[in-house]
């Protein structure tokens, strides 16, 4: 029914943001409902990662990410985000926090002492942050690099299942030692990304500094200009004393 004088001084939205105090000419009044403090805790979901009652680093020193069900976690990374990564520091208890449409908590309101470490779209990862015993890293990197043998060089293309932003042999290392699939990766100490447009969380730069593999084969001895090198497994088990 088009009409050149749609009425108009009552108008409703589906969003509660006030685009302008300026009232206009007409003298507008902008009102929002007002919700319990109960309903607005239930439009907030937070989720615990497993194993986060336990004190203590429950991810590597210096980890530059933490997976959460098919989502990763860059830390450091998101809007608002200050913490930095930190080759002495770990990250202990986590919780994912989504807000909801009307507010949002704080991350010392969900679990005491964490602070926001990663941020994808309006989900915030709190953690507590914990400082890396010097004696224990020393001794875990030491540990972790007997199980490895390094060489200028690359891994398979398009053949690496996990990326993330360490850029440190120690980081990469852990995350490959932690996961019995993986089999080599190749790492660089430089702040390597890509485009990944196919995927949860679509990104024009997803970190990719260190990346795993499944397979053990060199692709080339060429590290490229960012100079990756690439490290595979020694021994495909303890208890088997032969080379992957």
Known sequence: TPTLQKKDSCRLYKVSQLRSS??????RQFCRKTVSAEAEQEDIEVQYLNGSSAN????????????????????????????EVSADMCLGNCATVKAGLLQTVSCSAVLPGSEKVSKIGNTKLCCVTEVCPSTTTATTASAIGQNFKCEDGQGPAFASYRHTGDNSFEA????CDEDSECKSFDFTEANSSHPELLSLTP????????????????????????????CRRKWLHASLRRWV
């Open 22 to 27: 300026d009232p206009g000419s007409s003298g």
């Open 56 to 83: 203590g680093c429950m991810h590597p020193c210096g980890a530059g990410s933490v997976p959460m069900g098919n989502v990763e976690f860059s830390i450091g990374a998101g809007a608002g985000i200050e913490y």
């Open 172 to 175: 990469c290392a852990a995350l």
């Open 203 to 230: 990104t024009l730069q997803k970190k990719d500094s260190c990346r795993l593999y499944k397979v053990s084969q060199l692709r080339s001895s060429d590290p490229g200009s960012s100079g990756r090198q690439f």
